[in-house]
């Protein structure tokens, strides 16, 4: 057991530009409202190396700004292995970015799944809220809402799951 009783969720989308970054604020902001925010670590990644070194996408921000959701820097980034190892939970996005989780964290894809477990160290992040489905990708949909009411959904749920007596 480590010392540190925190449980630690790395959010994970394609570049680390929109719904990752937006899970990681929408969750932490949900945590503080809960008055829970110091039993969690929360970051965000990318399965990709495209969006890396850039800031959350600008429809992003102004969704986020919206509803009220507190945002600081961000630098994108690809998830790493020990990246992987550190956290507790890895909740992706989408069904294909589970699928470049095996080659960044050096595993079986069996070792990965049941992707719709949300008691596996890596799960899709709907799977929280009941729903096999992906997040909506607002970078090809353009629609920033859909992607926030999905994802403000996932993490309401994540944190109902880790708060509940």
């Not at 570049?15 to 008055?35: D, H, V």
């Not at 894809?109 to 049941?114: A, E, G, K, L, T």
Request: with cysteine; charged share 30%.
């Amino acid at each position: 057991m480590r010392k540190d009783s925190k449980i630690r969720i790395v959010f994970v989308c394609h570049g680390n530009i929109c719904r990752s970054p937006m899970a990681e604020y929408i969750f932490r902001y949900l945590a503080k409202k809960a008055g829970v925010e110091d039993r969690f670590e929360v970051s965000s990644a990318a399965v990709s190396t495209e969006e890396t070194g850039n800031d959350i996408y600008p429809p992003a921000k102004l969704k986020l700004r919206e509803h009220g959701i507190p945002f600081g820097p961000h630098r994108a980034h690809q998830l790493t292995r020990e990246e992987y190892e550190y956290n507790d939970k890895v909740i992706c996005a989408d069904y294909d970015n589970i699928t470049y989780i095996p080659d960044i964290a050096h595993q079986d894809f069996d070792d990965i799944v049941d992707y719709f477990d949300t008691d596996e160290k890596t799960s899709l992040m709907m799977q929280w809220a009941g729903d096999r489905r992906d997040v909506s990708d607002p970078w090809y949909t353009r629609n920033f809402e859909a992607a926030y009411q999905d994802i403000y959904i996932a993490c309401k749920a994540i944190l109902e799951y880790y708060t509940e007596d």
